[in-house]
């Protein structure tokens, strides 16, 4: 059974991008290993203290989950933007675990296909 979250995407990328069903998994496929990559240098950016390194990625994550109908993520990835841009980036981890959890659907979705 797909995951609520795979679900919105699915329907957002039918409806609003035109992108055929049979094409879908492989996108998804490719989607998520994508997502990891971007997730994975965030957090190393994040534990690294590169504020530029998690400021490039938070808005590529940010323009990634906006196209795939997950805006209020995207919101969630512009917080981790903006506070790696302050001078007190104290709620990154925050952000960045709670994006992780609510994005583990999609970012194992190639493992289990």
């Not at 996108?27 to 997730?39: A, G, P």
């Not at 919101?75 to 007190?88: P, Q, R």
């Given at each position: 059974?797909?995951?609520?979250?795979?679900?919105?995407?699915?329907?957002?990328?039918?409806?609003k991008?035109?992108?055929?069903a049979?094409?879908?998994?492989?996108?998804?496929?490719?989607?998520?290993v994508?997502?990891?990559?971007?997730m994975?240098?965030?957090?190393?950016?994040?534990?690294?203290?590169?504020?530029?390194?998690?400021v490039?990625?938070?808005?590529?994550?940010?323009?990634?989950?906006?196209?795939?109908?997950?805006?209020?993520?995207?919101i969630?990835?512009?917080?981790?933007?903006?506070a790696?841009?302050?001078?007190s980036?104290?709620?990154?981890?925050?952000?960045?675990?709670?994006?992780?959890?609510?994005?583990?659907?999609?970012?194992?979705?190639?493992?289990?296909?």
């Amino acid at each position: 059974m797909a995951s609520e979250l795979i679900e919105i995407i699915t329907e957002h990328l039918q409806d609003k991008a035109g992108v055929p069903a049979e094409k879908i998994i492989g996108f998804l496929k490719e989607t998520s290993v994508h997502l990891r990559v971007i997730m994975d240098t965030l957090d190393e950016a994040i534990d690294e203290g590169e504020f530029e390194d998690v400021v490039a990625s938070s808005h590529m994550l940010k323009g990634s989950l906006v196209n795939l109908g997950l805006e209020e993520l995207s919101i969630v990835a512009g917080k981790i933007e903006t506070a790696a841009s302050s001078t007190s980036p104290l709620y990154l981890s925050c952000y960045y675990m709670r994006l992780r959890r609510e994005l583990l659907p999609l970012l194992d979705y190639a493992d289990k296909r």
